[in-house]
């Protein structure tokens, strides 16, 4: 192969040796492209200088601004049953699922279906220990309270470990207020 012929990789030789104190040029197949010719009246933005940092664009869900994981609705379904005991001393049980429905219920209908059950069943709950506490003056309330405070409990935990494993969990004993 003379000094003038071309080096291309495959056939078989070796690339030419740059003569001393010179050093080779790139060749046009040197592993690059030229970058594409900016459109008519588009300036072309530069490019950074080699090692300068440069961010990231930002990410975007893949799903759209409402999408959740499967983790997080579950994480949600759950927040909406279970959530519930905290306000449920001082009777206001209906606010964490209420908070749980206005708040992701758009984002995920399986979040939505566990707010709206966690809800109701919350209202209903409510109606019946009202019922009881006025029946307390017949004495079957007095029977009753503590009836509905275990149903209450053993029904809350029941949902929330189903809203957890994913599962659409209907409560036995529920008035539908909310559709």
């Not at 699922?97 to 109701?120: C, Q, T, W």
Request: glycine content about 8%; proline content about 14%.
């Amino acid at each position: 192969m003379s000094q003038h012929e071309e080096h291309r990789p495959g056939n078989g030789t070796p690339p030419p040796t740059p003569e001393p104190g010179r050093t080779p040029s790139p060749s046009p197949e040197a592993g690059t492209t030229p970058p594409p010719m900016p459109e008519p009246g588009v300036t072309p933005t530069p490019s950074p200088e080699p090692g300068a940092f440069t961010p990231s664009p930002p990410q975007q869900p893949s799903a759209g601004a409402g999408a959740m994981t499967v983790e997080e609705e579950r994480n949600w379904a759950f927040a909406a049953h279970l959530g519930s005991f905290v306000a449920a001393y001082v009777a206001l049980g209906f606010l964490c699922p209420l908070i749980v429905l206005l708040a992701k219920g758009k984002d995920s209908a399986y979040v939505r279906y566990h707010a709206v059950e966690s809800l109701n069943f919350q209202l209903t709950t409510l109606l019946a220990a009202a019922v009881a506490g006025l029946l307390v003056i017949v004495v079957i309330g007095l029977v009753l309270l503590p009836f509905i405070g275990i149903a209450y409990v053993v029904l809350v935990i029941l949902a929330s470990v189903a809203a957890r494993r994913g599962e659409w969990y209907r409560y036995p004993v529920n008035i539908r207020f909310v559709k």
